[in-house]
Protein backbone atom coordinates (compact mmCIF):
# COMPACT_ATOMS: atom_id res chain seq x y z
CA UNK A 1 0.00 0.00 0.00
CA UNK A 2 2.39 2.63 0.88
CA UNK A 3 4.86 1.75 -2.44
CA UNK A 4 1.87 2.43 -4.39
CA UNK A 5 1.17 5.92 -2.63
CA UNK A 6 4.47 6.35 -3.25
CA UNK A 7 4.63 5.73 -6.94
CA UNK A 8 1.22 7.82 -7.54
CA UNK A 9 3.04 10.56 -5.94
CA UNK A 10 6.24 10.33 -8.00
CA UNK A 11 3.57 10.14 -11.18
CA UNK A 12 2.07 13.49 -9.95
CA UNK A 13 5.45 15.50 -9.19
CA UNK A 14 6.78 14.04 -12.64
CA UNK A 15 3.63 14.95 -14.28
CA UNK A 16 3.32 18.61 -12.68
CA UNK A 17 7.13 19.63 -13.40
CA UNK A 18 6.42 18.53 -17.02
CA UNK A 19 3.20 20.64 -16.81
CA UNK A 20 5.64 23.52 -15.86
CA UNK A 21 8.20 23.07 -18.14
CA UNK A 22 5.72 23.11 -21.11
CA UNK A 23 4.24 26.49 -19.48
CA UNK A 24 7.53 27.98 -18.92
CA UNK A 25 8.76 27.31 -22.72
CA UNK A 26 5.01 28.23 -24.20
CA UNK A 27 6.08 31.44 -22.10
CA UNK A 28 9.44 31.83 -23.03
CA UNK A 29 8.39 31.60 -26.73
CA UNK A 30 5.54 33.96 -26.81
CA UNK A 31 8.01 36.21 -24.75
CA UNK A 32 10.89 36.00 -27.59
CA UNK A 33 7.81 36.42 -30.57
CA UNK A 34 6.75 39.78 -28.80
CA UNK A 35 10.08 41.40 -28.34
CA UNK A 36 11.04 40.27 -32.13
CA UNK A 37 7.51 42.40 -33.39
CA UNK A 38 8.39 45.33 -31.24
CA UNK A 39 12.03 45.38 -32.30
CA UNK A 40 10.26 45.34 -35.84
CA UNK A 41 8.18 48.05 -35.35
CA UNK A 42 10.51 50.64 -33.33
CA UNK A 43 12.96 50.03 -36.30
CA UNK A 44 13.12 51.30 -39.70
CA UNK A 45 10.38 50.38 -41.74
CA UNK A 46 11.48 48.60 -44.93
CA UNK A 47 8.90 47.18 -47.41
CA UNK A 48 9.50 45.20 -50.79
CA UNK A 49 7.87 45.89 -53.97
CA UNK A 50 5.31 43.79 -54.94
CA UNK A 51 6.41 43.34 -58.33
CA UNK A 52 10.16 42.35 -57.22
CA UNK A 53 8.18 39.04 -55.99
CA UNK A 54 6.31 38.28 -59.12
CA UNK A 55 8.99 38.47 -61.69
CA UNK A 56 11.70 36.96 -59.12
CA UNK A 57 13.90 39.39 -59.57
CA UNK A 58 16.24 40.29 -56.68
CA UNK A 59 14.30 42.15 -53.81
CA UNK A 60 13.78 45.79 -53.46
CA UNK A 61 14.08 47.34 -50.27
CA UNK A 62 12.14 50.88 -49.55
CA UNK A 63 13.95 52.84 -46.63
CA UNK A 64 10.96 54.91 -45.43
CA UNK A 65 13.49 57.34 -43.20
CA UNK A 66 14.93 58.10 -47.07
CA UNK A 67 11.48 59.05 -48.19
CA UNK A 68 10.57 61.37 -45.02
CA UNK A 69 13.94 63.28 -46.19
CA UNK A 70 12.71 63.65 -49.41
CA UNK A 71 9.59 64.63 -47.88
CA UNK A 72 11.24 67.30 -46.10
CA UNK A 73 13.30 68.21 -48.83
CA UNK A 74 10.41 68.98 -50.59
CA UNK A 75 8.76 70.74 -48.13
CA UNK A 76 11.29 73.55 -48.06
CA UNK A 77 11.63 73.37 -51.97
CA UNK A 78 7.98 74.58 -52.14
CA UNK A 79 8.62 77.27 -49.15
CA UNK A 80 10.82 79.16 -51.07
CA UNK A 81 9.59 78.10 -54.42
CA UNK A 82 6.47 79.39 -53.45
CA UNK A 83 3.84 81.62 -55.00
CA UNK A 84 3.69 85.14 -53.26
CA UNK A 85 -0.19 85.00 -52.17
CA UNK A 86 -2.00 85.47 -49.07
CA UNK A 87 -3.43 81.74 -49.52
CA UNK A 88 0.26 80.21 -48.85
CA UNK A 89 0.56 79.31 -45.99
CA UNK A 90 4.24 78.81 -46.13
CA UNK A 91 4.77 82.26 -45.81
CA UNK A 92 5.38 84.84 -42.92
CA UNK A 93 1.92 87.19 -43.20
CA UNK A 94 3.04 91.36 -42.53
CA UNK A 95 0.32 94.02 -42.32
CA UNK A 96 2.06 97.18 -42.45
CA UNK A 97 1.08 100.10 -41.04
CA UNK A 98 0.02 102.82 -43.76
CA UNK A 99 2.10 105.20 -41.88
CA UNK A 100 2.13 109.18 -42.76
CA UNK A 101 5.46 109.57 -45.09
CA UNK A 102 7.09 111.84 -42.63
CA UNK A 103 7.86 108.51 -41.07
CA UNK A 104 9.25 106.34 -43.68
CA UNK A 105 10.15 107.55 -47.39
CA UNK A 106 9.37 111.62 -46.66
CA UNK A 107 12.68 111.37 -44.68
CA UNK A 108 14.24 110.47 -48.40
CA UNK A 109 12.52 114.23 -49.68
CA UNK A 110 10.42 111.45 -51.60
CA UNK A 111 6.63 113.40 -52.03
CA UNK A 112 3.80 111.47 -52.30
CA UNK A 113 1.74 111.52 -55.15
CA UNK A 114 -2.34 110.98 -55.66
CA UNK A 115 -3.02 109.88 -52.38
CA UNK A 116 -1.01 107.23 -51.59
CA UNK A 117 0.88 107.28 -48.57
CA UNK A 118 3.65 104.73 -50.77
CA UNK A 119 6.12 105.14 -54.00
CA UNK A 120 5.21 103.86 -56.99
CA UNK A 121 8.32 101.23 -56.73
CA UNK A 122 7.13 99.67 -60.37
CA UNK A 123 8.20 103.37 -61.51
CA UNK A 124 11.11 105.11 -59.15
CA UNK A 125 12.40 103.78 -55.82
CA UNK A 126 13.41 106.60 -53.82
CA UNK A 127 17.29 106.09 -53.08
CA UNK A 128 18.94 105.66 -49.64
CA UNK A 129 21.73 108.29 -48.34
CA UNK A 130 25.11 106.67 -49.24
CA UNK A 131 28.19 106.62 -46.66
CA UNK A 132 27.66 105.59 -42.81
CA UNK A 133 24.00 106.07 -43.45
CA UNK A 134 23.72 102.58 -45.21
CA UNK A 135 25.30 100.62 -42.84
CA UNK A 136 21.81 101.01 -40.53
CA UNK A 137 19.01 100.74 -43.72
CA UNK A 138 17.37 97.22 -42.34
CA UNK A 139 13.75 98.98 -42.26
CA UNK A 140 14.38 100.85 -45.68
CA UNK A 141 15.06 96.92 -47.48
CA UNK A 142 12.54 94.88 -45.25
CA UNK A 143 9.52 98.19 -46.35
CA UNK A 144 10.32 97.62 -50.10
CA UNK A 145 10.15 94.00 -49.60
CA UNK A 146 6.53 94.06 -48.33
CA UNK A 147 5.78 96.53 -50.78
CA UNK A 148 7.25 94.45 -53.49
CA UNK A 149 5.16 91.42 -52.18
CA UNK A 150 1.95 93.32 -53.02
CA UNK A 151 3.40 94.12 -56.77
CA UNK A 152 5.10 91.13 -58.12
CA UNK A 153 3.37 87.40 -58.24
CA UNK A 154 6.58 85.89 -58.75
CA UNK A 155 9.85 87.09 -57.03
CA UNK A 156 13.61 85.22 -56.86
CA UNK A 157 12.39 85.22 -52.97
CA UNK A 158 9.52 84.85 -51.49
CA UNK A 159 9.37 84.23 -47.27
CA UNK A 160 6.52 86.91 -46.69
CA UNK A 161 3.55 88.28 -48.45
CA UNK A 162 2.10 92.02 -46.92
CA UNK A 163 -1.72 91.22 -45.80
CA UNK A 164 -4.48 94.27 -45.87
CA UNK A 165 -6.32 92.69 -42.97
CA UNK A 166 -4.23 92.66 -39.30
CA UNK A 167 -6.35 89.73 -37.80
CA UNK A 168 -4.79 87.81 -40.59
CA UNK A 169 -1.21 88.68 -39.85
CA UNK A 170 1.43 86.36 -37.99
CA UNK A 171 2.84 89.96 -37.13
CA UNK A 172 2.61 93.67 -37.47
CA UNK A 173 5.03 95.96 -39.39
CA UNK A 174 6.12 99.42 -38.21
CA UNK A 175 7.85 101.25 -41.25
CA UNK A 176 9.09 104.04 -39.31
CA UNK A 177 13.05 104.48 -40.64
CA UNK A 178 14.13 105.37 -36.70
CA UNK A 179 18.43 105.08 -38.36
CA UNK A 180 17.45 107.52 -40.63
CA UNK A 181 15.69 109.52 -38.53
CA UNK A 182 18.51 109.63 -35.64
CA UNK A 183 20.92 110.26 -38.41
CA UNK A 184 19.56 113.00 -40.41
CA UNK A 185 17.53 114.98 -37.37
CA UNK A 186 18.39 114.31 -34.13
CA UNK A 187 20.14 117.52 -33.56
CA UNK A 188 17.67 120.23 -32.43
CA UNK A 189 17.89 123.68 -34.38
CA UNK A 190 17.20 127.13 -32.09
CA UNK A 191 14.27 128.10 -32.99
CA UNK A 192 13.21 124.34 -31.89
CA UNK A 193 11.78 122.71 -29.10
CA UNK A 194 12.42 119.43 -29.94
CA UNK A 195 14.08 117.54 -32.56
CA UNK A 196 12.44 116.49 -35.45
CA UNK A 197 13.83 112.92 -34.52
CA UNK A 198 11.84 113.05 -31.01
CA UNK A 199 8.75 114.34 -32.57
CA UNK A 200 8.70 111.86 -34.91
CA UNK A 201 8.98 109.22 -32.18
CA UNK A 202 6.22 111.17 -29.79
CA UNK A 203 3.82 110.88 -32.60
CA UNK A 204 4.68 107.16 -33.08
CA UNK A 205 4.40 106.77 -29.25
CA UNK A 206 0.80 108.16 -29.68
CA UNK A 207 -0.06 106.33 -33.03
CA UNK A 208 1.03 102.72 -32.12
CA UNK A 209 -0.70 102.63 -28.66
CA UNK A 210 -4.23 104.37 -30.47
CA UNK A 211 -4.46 101.35 -32.45
CA UNK A 212 -6.96 98.08 -31.61
CA UNK A 213 -4.24 96.28 -33.16
CA UNK A 214 -1.14 97.09 -30.17
CA UNK A 215 -4.08 97.14 -27.59
CA UNK A 216 -5.23 93.47 -28.58
CA UNK A 217 -1.84 92.16 -27.91
CA UNK A 218 -0.35 94.58 -25.88
CA UNK A 219 2.33 95.30 -28.39
CA UNK A 220 3.97 91.94 -28.37
CA UNK A 221 3.26 91.46 -32.16
CA UNK A 222 4.59 94.36 -33.75
CA UNK A 223 8.19 94.41 -35.33
CA UNK A 224 10.01 98.36 -34.47
CA UNK A 225 13.36 98.47 -36.31
CA UNK A 226 15.93 100.70 -34.46
CA UNK A 227 19.55 99.28 -36.11
CA UNK A 228 20.92 102.34 -35.35
CA UNK A 229 22.41 102.26 -31.25
CA UNK A 230 21.06 105.84 -30.66
CA UNK A 231 17.45 105.54 -32.96
CA UNK A 232 14.75 105.16 -30.91
CA UNK A 233 15.83 106.62 -27.90
CA UNK A 234 12.70 108.02 -26.16
CA UNK A 235 10.15 106.16 -27.57
CA UNK A 236 11.87 102.35 -26.65
CA UNK A 237 10.98 103.02 -23.08
CA UNK A 238 7.04 102.44 -23.98
CA UNK A 239 7.17 100.84 -26.93
CA UNK A 240 9.36 98.26 -25.21
CA UNK A 241 7.11 95.31 -25.65
CA UNK A 242 7.26 95.20 -29.28
CA UNK A 243 9.93 92.97 -31.19
CA UNK A 244 12.84 95.02 -32.06
CA UNK A 245 15.09 94.95 -35.10
CA UNK A 246 18.58 95.68 -33.64
CA UNK A 247 22.24 95.78 -34.30
CA UNK A 248 22.80 94.48 -30.78
CA UNK A 249 22.12 95.08 -26.76
CA UNK A 250 24.76 97.09 -26.22
CA UNK A 251 22.39 100.41 -24.72
CA UNK A 252 19.45 98.46 -24.14
CA UNK A 253 18.45 97.19 -20.01
CA UNK A 254 17.63 93.34 -20.80
CA UNK A 255 14.21 94.00 -19.63
CA UNK A 256 13.96 96.43 -22.49
CA UNK A 257 15.87 94.68 -25.45
CA UNK A 258 16.90 90.72 -25.34
CA UNK A 259 17.95 87.90 -27.63
CA UNK A 260 14.52 85.65 -26.59
CA UNK A 261 12.50 88.55 -27.71
CA UNK A 262 14.33 90.22 -29.94
CA UNK A 263 16.16 89.81 -33.52
CA UNK A 264 19.74 90.72 -34.35
CA UNK A 265 20.75 91.66 -37.84
CA UNK A 266 23.13 92.20 -39.51
CA UNK A 267 24.57 95.98 -40.69
CA UNK A 268 24.95 96.54 -44.89
CA UNK A 269 28.46 96.37 -45.35
CA UNK A 270 30.28 99.73 -46.70
CA UNK A 271 33.25 98.42 -48.42
CA UNK A 272 33.04 96.13 -51.88
CA UNK A 273 32.01 92.52 -51.86
CA UNK A 274 34.90 90.85 -53.33
CA UNK A 275 33.37 89.47 -56.90
CA UNK A 276 35.59 86.86 -58.51
CA UNK A 277 37.79 86.48 -54.98
CA UNK A 278 40.45 84.12 -56.64
CA UNK A 279 43.44 85.20 -54.08
CA UNK A 280 44.90 82.30 -51.72
CA UNK A 281 46.75 82.37 -48.38
CA UNK A 282 50.19 82.83 -49.90
CA UNK A 283 48.73 85.44 -51.97
CA UNK A 284 47.19 87.90 -48.93
CA UNK A 285 50.10 89.49 -47.50
CA UNK A 286 49.09 91.21 -44.48
CA UNK A 287 48.02 88.91 -41.68
CA UNK A 288 45.94 91.17 -39.85
CA UNK A 289 44.13 94.36 -40.20
CA UNK A 290 42.10 96.83 -39.02
CA UNK A 291 41.56 100.83 -39.66
CA UNK A 292 39.11 102.53 -37.82
CA UNK A 293 38.63 104.82 -34.76
CA UNK A 294 41.32 103.57 -32.12
CA UNK A 295 40.35 105.41 -29.48
CA UNK A 296 36.57 104.92 -27.85
CA UNK A 297 34.55 105.45 -24.60
CA UNK A 298 32.73 102.27 -23.18
CA UNK A 299 34.18 98.91 -23.94
CA UNK A 300 36.48 100.37 -26.67
CA UNK A 301 39.23 101.05 -24.24
CA UNK A 302 40.38 97.83 -25.77
CA UNK A 303 41.45 99.37 -29.31
CA UNK A 304 43.96 101.49 -27.70
CA UNK A 305 45.21 98.60 -25.94
CA UNK A 306 46.21 96.52 -29.11
CA UNK A 307 46.98 99.12 -30.87
CA UNK A 308 50.49 99.38 -28.85
CA UNK A 309 50.85 95.80 -28.79
CA UNK A 310 50.68 95.24 -32.59
CA UNK A 311 51.65 98.61 -34.12
CA UNK A 312 55.37 97.38 -34.47
CA UNK A 313 54.40 93.57 -35.97
CA UNK A 314 55.42 93.71 -39.48
CA UNK A 315 52.99 92.10 -41.09
CA UNK A 316 49.68 93.67 -39.38
CA UNK A 317 48.02 96.70 -40.38
CA UNK A 318 46.72 98.64 -37.45
CA UNK A 319 45.99 102.22 -38.08
CA UNK A 320 43.61 105.25 -37.72
CA UNK A 321 40.76 105.75 -40.74
CA UNK A 322 37.36 106.74 -41.82
CA UNK A 323 35.26 106.86 -44.63
CA UNK A 324 36.59 110.16 -45.58
CA UNK A 325 38.12 110.96 -48.68
CA UNK A 326 39.06 107.47 -50.02
CA UNK A 327 38.81 105.81 -46.76
CA UNK A 328 36.29 102.96 -48.29
CA UNK A 329 38.07 102.47 -50.77
CA UNK A 330 41.43 102.25 -48.86
CA UNK A 331 39.50 99.70 -46.50
CA UNK A 332 38.51 97.82 -49.27
CA UNK A 333 42.02 97.25 -50.96
CA UNK A 334 43.38 96.37 -47.23
CA UNK A 335 40.75 93.87 -46.33
CA UNK A 336 40.72 92.00 -49.83
CA UNK A 337 44.72 91.49 -49.24
CA UNK A 338 43.96 90.61 -45.70
CA UNK A 339 44.05 86.95 -44.17
CA UNK A 340 42.35 88.05 -40.95
CA UNK A 341 40.21 90.95 -40.02
CA UNK A 342 39.95 92.23 -36.67
CA UNK A 343 36.51 93.30 -35.22
CA UNK A 344 36.99 95.05 -32.03
CA UNK A 345 34.32 96.52 -29.54
CA UNK A 346 34.09 99.86 -29.69
CA UNK A 347 31.34 102.13 -28.36
CA UNK A 348 28.89 99.12 -28.89
CA UNK A 349 29.52 95.42 -29.27
CA UNK A 350 28.91 95.42 -32.53
CA UNK A 351 30.54 97.24 -35.29
CA UNK A 352 30.25 97.04 -39.42
CA UNK A 353 33.61 96.07 -39.79
CA UNK A 354 32.52 92.34 -39.16
CA UNK A 355 30.07 92.59 -42.39
CA UNK A 356 32.66 93.99 -44.11
CA UNK A 357 34.83 91.29 -43.47
CA UNK A 358 32.68 88.73 -44.65
CA UNK A 359 32.09 90.67 -47.94
CA UNK A 360 36.23 90.87 -48.30
CA UNK A 361 36.52 86.47 -47.42
CA UNK A 362 39.10 87.68 -44.83
CA UNK A 363 38.39 85.78 -41.49
CA UNK A 364 37.09 87.80 -38.73
CA UNK A 365 38.84 87.94 -35.73
CA UNK A 366 36.56 89.01 -33.53
CA UNK A 367 36.94 90.48 -29.85
CA UNK A 368 33.81 92.09 -28.40
CA UNK A 369 32.69 89.56 -24.93
CA UNK A 370 28.90 91.14 -25.43
CA UNK A 371 28.21 90.92 -28.91
CA UNK A 372 25.55 89.13 -30.11
CA UNK A 373 25.33 88.07 -33.67
CA UNK A 374 22.99 87.77 -36.23
CA UNK A 375 21.00 84.30 -37.07
CA UNK A 376 23.35 82.56 -34.51
CA UNK A 377 20.09 79.82 -33.47
CA UNK A 378 20.88 78.21 -37.22
CA UNK A 379 24.63 79.44 -37.66
CA UNK A 380 27.78 78.58 -36.36
CA UNK A 381 30.24 81.62 -36.30
CA UNK A 382 32.49 79.43 -34.84
CA UNK A 383 33.39 77.51 -38.51
CA UNK A 384 34.50 80.99 -40.14
CA UNK A 385 35.34 83.39 -37.45
CA UNK A 386 37.82 83.54 -34.77
CA UNK A 387 36.84 84.54 -31.39
CA UNK A 388 39.19 86.38 -28.30
CA UNK A 389 38.74 86.84 -24.89
CA UNK A 390 38.99 90.77 -24.25
CA UNK A 391 41.72 89.57 -20.89
CA UNK A 392 43.26 87.07 -23.32
CA UNK A 393 43.61 89.50 -26.18
CA UNK A 394 45.25 92.13 -24.31
CA UNK A 395 48.14 90.01 -22.74
CA UNK A 396 51.26 90.79 -24.58
CA UNK A 397 51.96 88.25 -27.44
CA UNK A 398 48.83 86.71 -27.13
CA UNK A 399 46.61 87.60 -29.75
CA UNK A 400 49.95 87.66 -32.14
CA UNK A 401 50.56 84.15 -31.70
CA UNK A 402 47.72 82.64 -31.75
CA UNK A 403 47.15 84.32 -35.32
CA UNK A 404 50.07 82.83 -36.34
CA UNK A 405 49.41 79.43 -35.47
CA UNK A 406 46.41 78.87 -37.79
CA UNK A 407 48.14 77.22 -40.62
CA UNK A 408 47.23 77.52 -44.66
CA UNK A 409 44.31 74.37 -44.09
CA UNK A 410 42.28 75.96 -41.69
CA UNK A 411 42.30 79.43 -42.90
CA UNK A 412 41.39 78.04 -46.35
CA UNK A 413 38.53 76.23 -44.49
CA UNK A 414 37.11 78.97 -42.57
CA UNK A 415 37.52 81.51 -45.86
CA UNK A 416 35.63 78.89 -48.01
CA UNK A 417 33.11 78.73 -45.12
CA UNK A 418 32.64 82.57 -45.72
CA UNK A 419 32.12 82.71 -49.54
CA UNK A 420 29.25 80.46 -48.45
CA UNK A 421 28.00 82.15 -46.19
CA UNK A 422 28.13 85.95 -47.14
CA UNK A 423 24.45 86.29 -49.21
CA UNK A 424 23.77 86.28 -45.70
CA UNK A 425 24.04 89.82 -44.92
CA UNK A 426 23.65 91.11 -48.53
CA UNK A 427 20.64 93.78 -48.67
CA UNK A 428 19.86 94.41 -52.01
CA UNK A 429 16.09 95.10 -53.95
CA UNK A 430 15.04 93.20 -55.33
CA UNK A 431 15.71 90.89 -52.93
CA UNK A 432 17.22 87.61 -52.92
CA UNK A 433 16.51 83.75 -52.44
CA UNK A 434 18.94 83.28 -48.69
CA UNK A 435 19.81 87.20 -48.44
CA UNK A 436 20.09 89.68 -45.55
CA UNK A 437 16.24 90.58 -46.51
CA UNK A 438 15.14 86.93 -46.28
CA UNK A 439 17.06 85.66 -43.39
CA UNK A 440 15.83 88.28 -41.13
CA UNK A 441 12.25 87.59 -41.94
CA UNK A 442 13.04 83.88 -41.08
CA UNK A 443 14.37 84.84 -37.96
CA UNK A 444 11.22 86.35 -37.05
CA UNK A 445 9.20 83.47 -38.31
CA UNK A 446 11.63 82.18 -35.92
CA UNK A 447 10.07 84.06 -33.34
CA UNK A 448 6.37 83.73 -34.02
CA UNK A 449 5.23 80.53 -31.66
CA UNK A 450 7.44 82.60 -28.93
CA UNK A 451 4.84 85.44 -29.34
CA UNK A 452 1.82 83.61 -29.35
CA UNK A 453 2.51 82.02 -26.31
CA UNK A 454 3.23 84.89 -24.61
CA UNK A 455 0.13 86.82 -25.72
CA UNK A 456 -2.30 83.72 -24.88
CA UNK A 457 -0.13 84.02 -21.17
CA UNK A 458 -1.39 87.80 -21.59
CA UNK A 459 -4.92 86.97 -21.67
CA UNK A 460 -5.39 84.72 -18.93
CA UNK A 461 -7.16 87.16 -16.40
CA UNK A 462 -8.50 89.39 -18.95
CA UNK A 463 -11.52 89.10 -17.80
CA UNK A 464 -10.87 90.31 -14.61
CA UNK A 465 -8.48 93.36 -15.61
CA UNK A 466 -9.97 97.21 -15.59
CA UNK A 467 -9.90 99.25 -19.04
CA UNK A 468 -7.27 101.33 -16.51
CA UNK A 469 -5.39 98.32 -16.38
CA UNK A 470 -4.93 97.57 -20.07
CA UNK A 471 -4.14 100.79 -20.91
CA UNK A 472 -1.31 100.80 -18.51
CA UNK A 473 -0.10 97.77 -19.15
CA UNK A 474 0.10 98.35 -22.82
CA UNK A 475 2.96 101.03 -22.17
CA UNK A 476 4.57 100.62 -18.86
CA UNK A 477 8.13 99.86 -18.07
CA UNK A 478 9.06 95.69 -17.24
CA UNK A 479 9.74 95.23 -13.37
CA UNK A 480 13.23 95.40 -12.22
CA UNK A 481 13.91 97.90 -15.15
CA UNK A 482 16.84 99.44 -13.88
Known amino acids: ???????????????????????????????????????????????????????????????????????????????????????NELLLKVYMYDLNPEFHFGLLNWKPEGGSVWPDIRVKIPSYPGGLNLQHSIEYWLTLDL?????????????????????????????????????????RHPNEKKSQNKVLQEKLVKFLTSQ??????????????AHHPNSLLHA????????????????????????????????????????????????????????????????????????????????????????????????????????????????TPSSNRLFDAIASHCVPVII???????????????????????SDAVKEKFLINLIRSIKKEEWTRMRDRLKEIEQFVEFQYPSKKGDAVQMIWQAVARKIPSIRRNIHKSRRFSQTVTDKEKGLRSISLPRNFW
Open 1 to 87: MAVAERNASSSVVIISRNCLFSLFLISTIFFSLSWFYVLRSTGTHHFVEAGSLTNSKPLTVIDNSRNNLQEEKELFRKKYDAKCSKD
Open 147 to 187: LASEVYDKREACSVIRVRNSSEADVIFVPFFSSLSYNRFSK
Open 212 to 225: EEWKRSGGKDHIVV
Open 236 to 347: RLKLWPAMFILADFGRYPPNIANVEKDVIAPYKHVIKSYVNDASEFDSRPILLYFQGAIYRKDGGFVRQELFYLLKDEKDVHFTFGSVQKNGVTEASRGMHSSKFCLNIAGD
Open 368 to 390: SDDIELPYEDILDYSEFCIFVRT
